[in-house]
């Protein structure tokens, strides 16, 4: 079964740290992986998208990057505010369901000011 | 329109009532899909709209739960009799066509929290 899996479950961090949230899957014949940031009673918000030919993406403070060998993801922020508080989900679409996204269930982030 | 809209915003409603949830996709986008995340969880998917047909429904979690899509456009998910473990929020994406390629990123709306009482 194909599934998406992000660790930790919620991080509190003191403004000013850079840090990492983990994203794993299942089956490496994955087409794309994105990650979204989810506000509290809001939508999703797209921040990055890598390709399965990729090593990493990047935008701004963000860096994401993509191991499918070993089936993993990691979003790195850097120099944290507490504006980055928020759920961050990874999403993962596979080669043979290209067009459908499955979601890890995220991880929610507070920044401590 | 600008973005992916969906009405209503939020919906109370007594276990047992029908619903129906609506999606106003990004104009000119043929894909549309619907997920639904519980308090909690991660998004379930639900069903998969390429122009008005559904190649993949295989997410609805049961037959109290339809959706269709008329004109390419304008999605409408009915729930019939709701139950309380249907109280989730109800979120639509409609990114740009998938055919020939999937190198886009997917746009979703901003979700219709429905609550069972």
């Known amino acids: 079964k194909q599934e998406v899996t992000q660790i930790p479950a919620a991080l509190s961090v003191p403004e000013g740290e850079n840090l990492v949230l983990n994203c794993s899957f299942t089956?490496?014949?994955?087409?794309?992986l994105q990650w979204f940031r989810q506000d509290p009673g809001k939508g999703l918000t797209s921040l990055l998208l890598?390709?399965?030919?990729?090593r990493e993406q990047t935008s701004g403070r963000l860096n994401a990057s993509l191991d499918k060998s070993s089936g993993r993801s990691t979003l790195y922020i850097a120099a944290s505010q507490p504006g980055d508080s928020a759920t961050y989900l990874c999403?993962?679409?596979?080669?043979?369901?290209?067009?459908?996204?499955?979601f890890g269930s995220g991880t929610r982030l507070l920044v401590r000011p | 329109g600008a973005g992916v809209s969906q009405s209503p915003s939020n919906k109370v409603t007594e276990k047992g009532k029908d619903v129906e949830l609506r999606c106003d996709p990004i104009?000119?986008?043929?894909?549309l899909y619907w997920y639904r995340q519980s308090l909690g969880q991660g998004l379930e998917f639900l069903i998969y709209?390429?122009?008005?047909?559904?190649?993949?429904k295989s997410g609805l979690p049961s037959d109290r739960f339809s959706a269709e899509r008329t004109g390419g456009s304008v999605s409408t998910l009915t729930i019939q009799r709701t139950q309380q473990e249907d109280s989730a929020v109800y979120l639509c994406?409609?990114?740009?066509?998938?055919?020939?390629?999937?190198?886009?990123?997917?746009?979703f709306g901003q979700g219709t929290r429905l609550t069972v009482v």
């Open positions: 104009s000119g986008h043929t894909a």
């Open positions: 089956d490496s014949a994955i087409y794309n």
């Open positions: 999403a993962v679409r596979w080669m043979d369901s290209s067009y459908k996204l499955i």
């Open positions: 994406a409609s990114p740009p066509s998938f055919e020939g390629s999937v190198d886009t990123e997917a746009f």
């Open positions: 890598i390709q399965s030919s990729q």
């Open positions: 709209f390429q122009g008005n047909s559904a190649p993949d």
